[in-house]
């Protein structure tokens, strides 16, 4: 079973190995919006709650996908989506693909611009199985 860290180091690793991504983040919604010195384009993962269903844990996340964006630029956001639309399948293309843990694939996508961003976000489910060797617990 992987802890959420090393889920968080497999995630992160992901993006910031990506070629069309310059800086990948790992905080809260609140604290990446309010963030003005990001390398973009940049992704960005928040952990957002953990369920625990038989023999098998899941870990749900948000991605956040963006980039600098100007409405003064024709059709500069549904660029910029079009393009971290490419990224998001490489994720997907690559989580389906991993042995740490199961990712379900089934995905909302939805797209955002705000005033100096454009982008995309998106939830993502990781499962694994669950230890359940009450032999492996640290008791004092």
């Not at 809260?28 to 390398?39: Q, V, W």
């Not at 660029?79 to 694939?105: C, G, H, K, P, Y």
């Not at 797209?111 to 995309?120: E, S, Y």
Request: proline share 1%; with cysteine.
């Amino acid at each position: 079973m992987k802890t959420l860290n090393q889920l968080i180091y497999l995630l992160t690793g992901f993006f910031e190995s990506h070629a069309q991504i310059n800086q990948s983040c790992y905080e809260d919604d609140f604290n990446f919006n309010a963030e003005r010195k990001l390398s973009y384009p940049d992704s960005n993962i928040e952990y957002l709650e953990s369920n625990i269903s038989g023999k098998t844990t899941s870990h749900l996340y948000q991605v956040t996908l963006a980039d600098l964006y100007s409405e003064d630029i024709k059709g500069h956001a549904d660029e910029i989506q079009s393009d971290l639309m490419l990224v998001a399948e490489d994720f997907f293309a690559w989580a389906q693909e991993q042995n740490d843990f199961t990712f379900q694939r089934s995905v909302n996508i939805q797209k955002f611009t705000d005033d100096r961003t454009a982008g995309l976000t998106f939830r993502v489910q990781l499962m694994d199985i669950r230890s359940q060797n009450k032999c492996a617990i640290p008791l004092k």
